[in-house]
């Protein structure tokens, strides 16, 4: 890396704009924008730079599980004979996709060592997709690398996660909530669950790797629902999010269950460009020297240029040089509380009260559309399920606020990816927005259609009900805001999901205004890279 | 006064569902008291003949002033009273009367014979059997009817038309036809029996084999390889068409041949003349014949006032021609601007037959009324022409889009110079359009192919009219009125010879103003009859869709059977082909099987069209010795890379919706079982191609050969009528989905066909008919890759990545 280390990275900032503040980047779904943001009432957060980089992750991984928290070695818990397993992250994670070699590569490798070392012969390894679509045999192979790839895939001990194979799965309890525990039966009867994950967000990890990743409707209906969601505040921030409580309730039936869980968390920086022709994209505006002018004007009109489909296949196929940050391995709460501090020691942004309106530019890609189509109900779980959520404290818009979202909102679909999202599109947002009054009237219906089964164990569909899931995940944006704006949202497609169009900046700050007042206070919030506001 | 002297008289009409006749009736029982009709009418083929004069004439709205008069109790009474019906049909012999029949003829005191063939492009045979034959076969029937009693036998009326006269310039008096200086004298009997053998002769040539074979590669050209049945029934159609068109244009020329401007006055002058000599006959036999009065009206449009201003009954002449012209599909009509249209208002024709039967003459000579504008209050076409245009102008039709349109300047070109553009027009049309039709198109495009159908056909339709009735625009004899208008000094001047108002039996063409009648009355009646829209209201036919999707999504339905290809997915059997054989084959290999197929396109393509059935056991040899096992779990893949990306959601949502109302859903598909099932959780039957297996060295291998025949064209309807049967369902109530007419007879087969993402062929004939057309389309933003090869198989080739930092 040319970068210069002799300086540390910064952190993140805020900064008020004035008249001589240069328009700001701005993703607009596979287009790129520049925005011109009113003076004197606005202010861009920007993430921190990317962290320094473990020298060696190899050697980081190694000596990780061999002196885990809360834990004896790994080498210490495997012994000849027993049945292990490992799963891992699923294609969902990290967002772009890395390049080679993937950490989960690196993790399972130093795992499946210790194992040959112990003699440990019976190991399956799954991808713990829980209700996502299965990953193709050259996801996996990217994730798990070829060596690795090639000594199970063909023995069929290396496979998706299948929630709805009755034979592979087993309820366990439930917890004093009421809550069923349901897992894969291969990961309840084994001596030793070795889960790898990937922690992006803070959200991810701890009891919900297990908990979720590896469970199915029965058991994902309890914390995947409008009343869980509304009160995750925010379900990035673990303390306060219903959504991990219940996780954690599950989990505790799990260990009491009997299941072994070794964790393995890791973080990576938020290094998603870098030296290469799109670093622009990380840099500060007014930062820019004439090479990145050039190279950000010509990658606008290239994409602008582009067919749609020649433009995914391009953004798609980029692969981020993330560097890893830490790696934890042990006891799965005492794990994910030192991942969290890892992730908000990347990701975390100080900023002092709320807004009026919140501003995103969103990107191309989202958890549930890795070489995929970003379709309008994702879009509404990007913006207001993952980005107004990345918040810690309270929300960065006022209740009442108004989120503007930038993002071209087309009615495409993919058909192999998200046949039950086509379907949600026309038969449920028709009827109604409200999460409460959907998941009375339909989540039922998709959630155990046979064909919609069907197509997700055997095709790459997503579960029938996911695209609820996506819905809920914005059920406590909805609550709070006062109003959704589309900035260059077709107009059709964003009225069907409830919220307004506006063609310009100007416009949609004028609808705004409607809802929130004259002169509002107005936040961007720029990311990606991937950050979370620390609002005091 | 006609209506003193007819009162408490039974008259006998024939034609009584025509224009003419209608009104006759009406007429008569409003304004003459305590008469009765006695209306000779066919029986139908669904409803007797009372029936049919319930419904089709005194359920005309020309009954609503009389009905409203006597309220709807005392109508019923009155018409229970006052009208009689008989069955019978003025084509066959004795008027194919019974004895009750010929019994209510023998008392009645006037004969009004008001039956015609009218239109001008009748069958020659039909013409001469029912406008030429038609007043002998009444002559003989009355003479029947009353030459072995006293009473007196009655007074006949015959309506005849102004065009007897022929094509001729100058005055055309009330005389009889061989007094005409320019009838060429011919035997009408000869005429007679040289259109029966024509009918005959043209019957028989129509059986060549060369011309069958002709009418079944037609037939083949319209629906496609739509099955033996459905493709038979399409050529003995079209084989009827050609006889009945031949005969049509032997009319025409016959017509031509003697100076007559079609078959229609043609056969009308014969029939006056057929019958002066049957009468004559009956007298050299020394028995008695009725008086006889013939009343020759000329263009019949709609009511001056009787019964209501613009009253008008069926699509005449003029209206076809005007609101093809406003709708600007007719750009020029043939005419001279100085020439005279002839045009009579029905009631003034009404009433003339009416002063006829009330003023028999008394001599033998046939007492003739000619009933014209031309000779005395003449209608200029340029007049005409101007108020239309100017009309329209005013009122504009408006089209689909709900925009006015704007009516063309008429030019007045001579008739040859219309004819040869309308003929190149029609026939480039044609020439695209069959090209269109040979083109693989779908859903939109092929929508566009079915606008070019219509504007085909509009072309088509104004080349009818020009040729049809252009001879009339021409026309430039001057019809004689003069017994008209004694007639009408008579009806004027009343009993008492006192003048005085005509009231309702006006029958004087002077009382018809053009430039009123035209604007308030005529156009506006037309315009309400012809349905035009004249708002800008836009014609939503998306409500007719959903209306018509209600029906098919009904919990009432049964079944609901769906093809495969271009219904559910954009794909085929080649496509799925090239798909599982490149599946494992390396990047040489893959480019040579691809280039194989795209050199083979045309030459399938061509074996699809001609019979599915042989393209499809030819195709699936290719699939010898292709082990089961690999094509199995290939298809598990080919499902989401293949069929998946390249299905239409909204038709994936349809079958779900039939199931979830509880219908039973079917796929009846020549696609390769094997491929076909990874749709299994989607319908309850799935109907296919089932390959045979057999093993060789020890591994399950495919044969290439089919167990039976593949489900194609009409074994499709056999399928569904079989399963319809097994499960008790009724296929009156089921729905069947497909996107080409080689499905027609599955489509045909059920009572709620849809036409999905139609052919051209076939979205012709789903318009027409008015089936539910669905345009699916595969899922917006995704581009499923140009040709159909799977994913590469095994491990990937390595890329060298400069920033890959650690090495595994």
Same mark, same amino acid.
């Given at each position: 890396?040319?970068?210069?280390?002799?300086?540390?990275?910064?952190?993140?900032?805020?900064?008020?704009?004035?008249?001589?503040?240069?328009?700001?980047?701005?993703? $607009? +779904? @596979?287009?790129?924008?520049?925005? =011109?943001?009113? /003076?004197?009432?606005?202010?861009?957060? !920007?993430?921190?730079?990317? *962290?320094?980089?473990?020298?060696?992750?190899?050697?980081?991984?190694?000596?990780?599980?061999?002196?885990?928290?809360?834990?004896?070695?790994?080498?210490?818990?495997?012994?000849?004979?027993?049945?292990?397993?490992?799963?891992?992250?699923?294609?969902?994670?990290?967002?772009?996709?890395?390049?080679?070699?993937?950490?989960?590569?690196?993790?399972?490798?130093?795992?499946?060592?210790?194992?040959?070392?112990?003699?440990?012969?019976?190991?399956?390894?799954?991808?713990?997709?829980?209700?996502?679509?299965?990953?193709?045999?050259?996801?996996?192979?990217?994730?798990?690398?070829?060596?690795?790839?090639?000594?199970?895939?063909?023995?069929?001990?290396?496979?998706?996660?299948?929630?709805?194979?009755?034979?592979?799965?087993?309820?366990?309890?439930?917890?004093? $909530? +009421? @809550?069923?525990?349901?897992?894969? =039966?291969?990961? /309840?009867?084994?001596?030793?669950?070795? !889960?790898?994950?990937?922690? *992006?967000?803070?959200?991810?990890?701890?009891?919900?790797?297990?908990?979720?990743?590896?469970?199915?409707?029965?058991?994902?209906?309890?914390?995947?629902?409008?009343?869980?969601?509304?009160?995750?505040?925010?379900?990035?921030?673990?303390?306060?999010?219903?959504?991990?409580?219940?996780?954690?309730?599950?989990?505790?039936?799990?260990?009491?269950?009997?299941?072994?869980?070794?964790?393995?968390?890791?973080?990576?920086?938020?290094?998603?460009?870098?030296?290469?022709?799109?670093?622009?994209?990380?840099?500060?505006?007014?930062?820019?020297?004439?090479?990145?002018?050039?190279?950000?004007?010509?990658?606008?009109?290239?994409?602008?240029?582009?067919?749609?489909?020649?433009?995914?296949?391009?953004?798609?196929?980029?692969?981020?040089?993330?560097?890893?940050?830490?790696?934890?391995?042990?006891?799965?709460?005492?794990?994910?509380?030192?991942?969290?501090?890892?992730?908000?020691?990347?990701?975390?942004?100080?900023?002092?009260?709320?807004?009026?309106?919140?501003?995103?530019?969103?990107?191309?890609?989202?958890?549930?559309?890795?070489?995929?189509?970003?379709?309008?109900?994702?879009?509404?779980?990007?913006?207001?399920?993952?980005?107004?959520?990345?918040?810690?404290?309270?929300?960065?818009?006022?209740?009442?606020?108004?989120?503007?979202?930038?993002?071209?909102?087309?009615?495409?679909?993919?058909?192999?990816?998200?046949?039950?999202?086509?379907?949600?599109?026309?038969?449920?947002?028709?009827?109604?927005?409200?999460?409460?009054?959907?998941?009375?009237?339909?989540?039922?219906?998709?959630?155990?259609?046979?064909?919609?089964?069907?197509?997700?164990?055997?095709?790459?569909?997503?579960?029938?009900?996911?695209?609820?899931?996506?819905?809920?995940?914005?059920?406590?944006?909805?609550?709070?805001?006062?109003?959704?704006?589309?900035?260059?949202?077709?107009?059709?497609?964003?009225?069907?999901?409830?919220?307004?169009?506006?063609?310009?900046?100007?416009?949609?700050?004028?609808?705004?205004?409607?809802?929130?007042?004259?002169?509002?206070?107005?936040?961007?919030?720029?990311?990606?890279?991937?950050?979370?506001?620390?609002?005091? | 006064?006609?209506?003193?002297?007819?009162?408490?008289?039974?008259?006998?009409?024939?034609?009584?569902?025509?224009?003419?006749?209608?009104?006759?009736?009406?007429?008569?029982?409003?304004?003459?008291?305590?008469?009765?009709?006695?209306?000779?009418?066919?029986?139908?083929?669904?409803?007797?003949?009372?029936?049919?004069?319930?419904?089709?004439?005194?359920?005309?709205?020309?009954?609503?002033?009389?009905?409203?008069?006597?309220?709807?109790?005392?109508?019923?009474?009155?018409?229970?009273?006052?009208?009689?019906?008989?069955?019978?049909?003025?084509?066959?012999?004795?008027?194919?009367?019974?004895?009750?029949?010929?019994?209510?003829?023998?008392?009645?005191?006037?004969?009004?014979?008001?039956?015609?063939?009218?239109?001008?492009?009748?069958?020659?045979?039909?013409?001469?059997?029912?406008?030429?034959?038609?007043?002998?076969?009444?002559?003989?029937?009355?003479?029947?009817?009353?030459?072995?009693?006293?009473?007196?036998?009655?007074?006949?009326?015959?309506?005849?038309?102004?065009?007897?006269?022929?094509?001729?310039?100058?005055?055309?008096?009330?005389?009889?036809?061989?007094?005409?200086?320019?009838?060429?004298?011919?035997?009408?009997?000869?005429?007679?029996?040289?259109?029966?053998?024509?009918?005959?002769?043209?019957?028989?040539?129509?059986?060549?084999?060369?011309?069958?074979?002709?009418?079944?590669?037609?037939?083949?050209?319209?629906?496609?390889?739509?099955?033996?049945?459905?493709?038979?029934?399409?050529?003995?159609?079209?084989?009827?068409?050609?006889?009945?068109?031949?005969?049509?244009?032997?009319?025409?020329?016959?017509?031509?041949?003697?100076?007559?401007?079609?078959?229609?006055?043609?056969?009308?002058?014969?029939?006056?003349?057929?019958?002066?000599?049957?009468?004559?006959?009956?007298?050299?036999?020394?028995?008695?014949?009725?008086?006889?009065?013939?009343?020759?009206?000329?263009?019949?449009?709609?009511?001056?006032?009787?019964?209501?201003?613009?009253?008008?009954?069926?699509?005449?002449?003029?209206?076809?021609?005007?609101?093809?012209?406003?709708?600007?599909?007719?750009?020029?009509?043939?005419?001279?601007?100085?020439?005279?249209?002839?045009?009579?208002?029905?009631?003034?024709?009404?009433?003339?037959?009416?002063?006829?039967?009330?003023?028999?003459?008394?001599?033998?000579?046939?007492?003739?009324?000619?009933?014209?504008?031309?000779?005395?209050?003449?209608?200029?076409?340029?007049?005409?022409?101007?108020?239309?245009?100017?009309?329209?102008?005013?009122?504009?039709?408006?089209?689909?889009?709900?925009?006015?349109?704007?009516?063309?300047?008429?030019?007045?070109?001579?008739?040859?110079?219309?004819?040869?553009?309308?003929?190149?027009?029609?026939?480039?049309?044609?020439?695209?359009?069959?090209?269109?039709?040979?083109?693989?198109?779908?859903?939109?495009?092929?929508?566009?192919?079915?606008?070019?159908?219509?504007?085909?056909?509009?072309?088509?339709?104004?080349?009818?009219?020009?040729?049809?009735?252009?001879?009339?625009?021409?026309?430039?004899?001057?019809?004689?009125?003069?017994?008209?208008?004694?007639?009408?000094?008579?009806?004027?001047?009343?009993?008492?010879?006192?003048?005085?108002?005509?009231?309702?039996?006006?029958?004087?063409?002077?009382?018809?103003?053009?430039?009123?009648?035209?604007?308030?009355?005529?156009?506006?009646?037309?315009?309400?009859?012809?349905?035009?829209?004249?708002?800008?209201?836009?014609?939503?036919?998306?409500?007719?869709?959903?209306?018509?999707?209600?029906?098919?999504?009904?919990?009432?339905?049964?079944?609901?059977?769906?093809?495969?290809?271009?219904?559910?997915?954009?794909?085929?059997?080649?496509?799925?082909?090239?798909?599982?054989?490149?599946?494992?084959?390396?990047?040489?290999?893959?480019?040579?099987?691809?280039?194989?197929?795209?050199?083979?396109?045309?030459?399938?393509?061509?074996?699809?069209?001609?019979?599915?059935?042989?393209?499809?056991?030819?195709?699936?040899?290719?699939?010898?010795?292709?082990?089961?096992?690999?094509?199995?779990?290939?298809?598990?893949?080919?499902?989401?890379?293949?069929?998946?990306?390249?299905?239409?959601?909204?038709?994936?949502?349809?079958?779900?919706?039939?199931?979830?109302?509880?219908?039973?859903?079917?796929?009846?598909?020549?696609?390769?079982?094997?491929?076909?099932?990874?749709?299994?959780?989607?319908?309850?039957?799935?109907?296919?191609?089932?390959?045979?297996?057999?093993?060789?060295?020890?591994?399950?291998?495919?044969?290439?050969?089919?167990?039976?025949?593949?489900?194609?064209?009409?074994?499709?309807?056999?399928?569904?009528?079989?399963?319809?049967?097994?499960?008790?369902?009724?296929?009156?109530?089921?729905?069947?989905?497909?996107?080409?007419?080689?499905?027609?007879?599955?489509?045909?087969?059920?009572?709620?066909?849809?036409?999905?993402?139609?052919?051209?062929?076939?979205?012709?004939?789903?318009?027409?008919?008015?089936?539910?057309?669905?345009?699916?389309?595969?899922?917006?933003?995704?581009?499923?890759?140009?040709?159909?090869?799977?994913?590469?198989?095994?491990?990937?080739?390595?890329?060298?990545?400069?920033?890959?930092?650690?090495?595994?």
């Amino acid at each position: 890396m040319s970068r210069d280390r002799q300086y540390r990275p910064r952190p993140g900032l805020v900064l008020d704009v004035d008249r001589s503040t240069p328009p700001v980047l701005m993703h $607009h +779904g @596979e287009q790129l924008r520049l925005q =011109k943001l009113p /003076a004197d009432r606005s202010r861009i957060i !920007y993430p921190p730079e990317p *962290l320094e980089p473990i020298e060696d992750p190899a050697r980081a991984v190694r000596e990780a599980l061999a002196s885990p928290v809360g834990s004896d070695p790994l080498s210490a818990r495997l012994f000849a004979g027993m049945k292990l397993t490992i799963a891992f992250d699923d294609v969902s994670l990290p967002l772009p996709p890395m390049r080679r070699p993937d950490v989960r590569q690196l993790v399972i490798e130093s795992v499946l060592d210790l194992a040959a070392d112990a003699g440990v012969d019976d190991v399956h390894l799954i991808a713990a997709l829980a209700l996502h679509r299965r990953m193709t045999d050259a996801e996996l192979r990217h994730v798990v690398g070829d060596r690795v790839y090639e000594a199970f895939a063909p023995r069929g001990t290396l496979y998706n996660h299948d929630a709805e194979d009755p034979e592979a799965m087993v309820v366990l309890g439930t917890t004093d $909530h +009421g @809550e069923e525990v349901q897992i894969s =039966k291969r990961a /309840a009867e084994s001596d030793l669950v070795v !889960y790898v994950n990937l922690n *992006l967000v803070a959200m991810d990890g701890g009891w919900k790797s297990t908990a979720t990743g590896l469970s199915g409707y029965r058991a994902l209906r309890h914390h995947h629902n409008p009343a869980t969601m509304t009160r995750s505040r925010s379900f990035m921030d673990r303390h306060n999010s219903e959504l991990h409580h219940s996780n954690w309730r599950q989990g505790e039936v799990l260990r009491s269950a009997g299941v072994e869980v070794f964790q393995i968390e890791t973080t990576v920086n938020n290094d998603l460009y870098g030296d290469g022709p799109m670093s622009v994209l990380a840099k500060r505006e007014w930062e820019w020297n004439v090479r990145d002018r050039a190279s950000f004007m010509a990658s606008r009109a290239a994409l602008d240029r582009l067919p749609a489909a020649g433009r995914r296949k391009v953004l798609h196929g980029w692969r981020a040089p993330y560097g890893l940050t830490s790696v934890q391995a042990g006891e799965v709460e005492a794990v994910h509380e030192l991942t969290t501090a890892q992730v908000h020691r990347q990701q975390l942004v100080p900023v002092e009260g709320q807004t009026d309106v919140l501003l995103f530019g969103l990107p191309y890609i989202s958890p549930y559309n890795v070489d995929s189509i970003m379709n309008p109900i994702l879009v509404h779980c990007l913006g207001l399920g993952y980005f107004f959520n990345l918040y810690r404290g309270r929300p960065l818009v006022r209740e009442g606020g108004v989120v503007i979202m930038s993002h071209p909102t087309t009615p495409e679909f993919n058909p192999v990816h998200h046949p039950s999202y086509i379907d949600f599109f026309e038969e449920v947002l028709p009827e109604t927005t409200d999460p409460t009054v959907m998941a009375e009237r339909f989540e039922k219906r998709y959630a155990e259609d046979e064909w919609y089964r069907h197509l997700y164990r055997t095709g790459n569909a997503y579960h029938g009900v996911h695209p609820f899931y996506m819905w809920y995940w914005g059920a406590h944006a909805l609550e709070h805001l006062g109003g959704v704006v589309v900035l260059g949202g077709d107009p059709a497609t964003v009225r069907r999901l409830g919220y307004r169009p506006a063609s310009t900046m100007d416009d949609a700050l004028e609808i705004a205004s409607d809802i929130v007042g004259p002169r509002p206070t107005i936040t961007y919030f720029k990311n990606p890279p991937l950050m979370m506001a620390d609002v005091t | 006064m006609i209506a003193d002297a007819l009162s408490a008289k039974r008259i006998f009409i024939t034609g009584a569902t025509g224009f003419v006749g209608t009104a006759l009736t009406e007429r008569i029982l409003r304004c003459v008291p305590e008469s009765t009709v006695v209306l000779l009418v066919r029986d139908g083929r669904r409803r007797d003949a009372r029936s049919r004069v319930e419904r089709e004439v005194l359920r005309n709205d020309a009954f609503d002033r009389l009905r409203d008069e006597l309220g709807k109790d005392g109508f019923a009474d009155m018409a229970q009273r006052r009208v009689e019906v008989v069955a019978g049909d003025v084509g066959t012999d004795r008027l194919g009367l019974d004895a009750a029949g010929l019994q209510a003829l023998s008392t009645c005191d006037v004969v009004i014979h008001s039956a015609a063939t009218v239109a001008f492009d009748a069958p020659l045979d039909r013409a001469v059997e029912v406008n030429l034959l038609g007043p002998v076969r009444i002559a003989r029937t009355i003479d029947e009817a009353f030459g072995t009693h006293g009473r007196p036998v009655p007074h006949l009326v015959t309506v005849s038309t102004c065009y007897v006269a022929g094509n001729r310039r100058g005055a055309a008096p009330e005389e009889p036809v061989r007094s005409n200086p320019f009838f060429v004298d011919i035997d009408w009997q000869a005429e007679v029996a040289a259109a029966r053998r024509t009918r005959a002769d043209t019957d028989a040539a129509s059986r060549h084999p060369d011309r069958l074979a002709e009418f079944a590669k037609t037939a083949r050209s319209v629906l496609g390889p739509a099955g033996g049945p459905a493709l038979s029934e399409r050529t003995e159609q079209l084989r009827r068409d050609w006889v009945a068109d031949s005969l049509v244009s032997a009319g025409r020329s016959r017509a031509a041949s003697l100076g007559w401007p079609d078959a229609y006055a043609l056969t009308k002058a014969l029939g006056e003349v057929a019958l002066g000599e049957t009468l004559d006959g009956i007298r050299a036999e020394g028995r008695r014949t009725p008086t006889l009065s013939v009343v020759r009206p000329s263009i019949i449009e709609s009511a001056l006032a009787e019964p209501s201003p613009g009253w008008i009954r069926g699509f005449r002449m003029a209206e076809p021609i005007i609101l093809s012209y406003a709708r600007g599909l007719l750009k020029e009509f043939p005419g001279v601007p100085e020439g005279i249209v002839d045009v009579i208002p029905v009631d003034l024709v009404v009433s003339a037959i009416l002063a006829a039967a009330a003023n028999p003459s008394s001599s033998e000579a046939p007492d003739i009324v000619q009933v014209a504008s031309g000779g005395i209050n003449p209608l200029q076409y340029q007049v005409l022409v101007d108020n239309v245009r100017d009309w329209f102008l005013e009122h504009p039709l408006h089209d689909d889009h709900g925009q006015p349109i704007v009516v063309p300047d008429w030019t007045f070109p001579g008739r040859g110079r219309v004819e040869r553009q309308l003929r190149v027009a029609t026939g480039g049309l044609e020439r695209v359009e069959r090209i269109v039709g040979n083109l693989p198109l779908r859903g939109r495009a092929a929508r566009w192919g079915a606008q070019l159908e219509l504007r085909r056909a509009a072309a088509q339709r104004a080349l009818s009219y020009v040729e049809l009735y252009g001879a009339y625009t021409e026309c430039e004899a001057v019809y004689g009125v003069d017994r008209l208008l004694e007639l009408a000094d008579l009806e004027a001047r009343g009993a008492d010879g006192v003048e005085g108002s005509p009231g309702p039996m006006q029958l004087d063409p002077r009382a018809i103003e053009w430039d009123d009648y035209i604007p308030r009355i005529h156009l506006p009646s037309v315009v309400k009859h012809g349905r035009a829209a004249t708002t800008g209201a836009k014609r939503d036919p998306e409500r007719r869709a959903n209306r018509l999707r209600g029906q098919v999504l009904s919990e009432q339905r049964h079944l609901a059977a769906f093809d495969l290809e271009n219904t559910l997915i954009a794909s085929n059997v080649v496509s799925t082909y090239a798909w599982l054989a490149g599946r494992r084959l390396g990047t040489a290999d893959r480019a040579r099987l691809v280039a194989r197929l795209l050199a083979e396109a045309p030459g399938l393509l061509a074996a699809d069209r001609s019979d599915r059935s042989d393209f499809l056991r030819s195709f699936y040899r290719r699939y010898e010795g292709a082990p089961v096992e690999q094509i199995r779990a290939d298809a598990a893949d080919a499902m989401s890379d293949l069929l998946l990306s390249r299905s239409f959601p909204d038709a994936l949502r349809r079958v779900r919706e039939h199931r979830r109302l509880g219908h039973r859903t079917v796929l009846i598909t020549g696609a390769l079982d094997l491929v076909v099932e990874p749709l299994a959780p989607l319908f309850d039957d799935i109907v296919c191609a089932e390959a045979t297996t057999e093993v060789r060295n020890g591994v399950e291998v495919l044969t290439g050969h089919l167990s039976g025949a593949p489900p194609t064209a009409e074994a499709r309807a056999a399928v569904l009528r079989e399963l319809c049967e097994r499960h008790g369902l009724d296929p009156a109530e089921s729905v069947a989905y497909a996107d080409s007419s080689s499905d027609l007879s599955l489509l045909e087969a059920v009572g709620f066909p849809v036409a999905v993402n139609p052919e051209p062929r076939l979205a012709t004939i789903a318009r027409t008919r008015g089936w539910l057309i669905e345009e699916f389309d595969t899922a917006r933003g995704h581009r499923p890759p140009l040709l159909p090869l799977a994913p590469r198989w095994g491990r990937p080739r390595q890329r060298r990545r400069p920033l890959d930092r650690t090495a595994p």
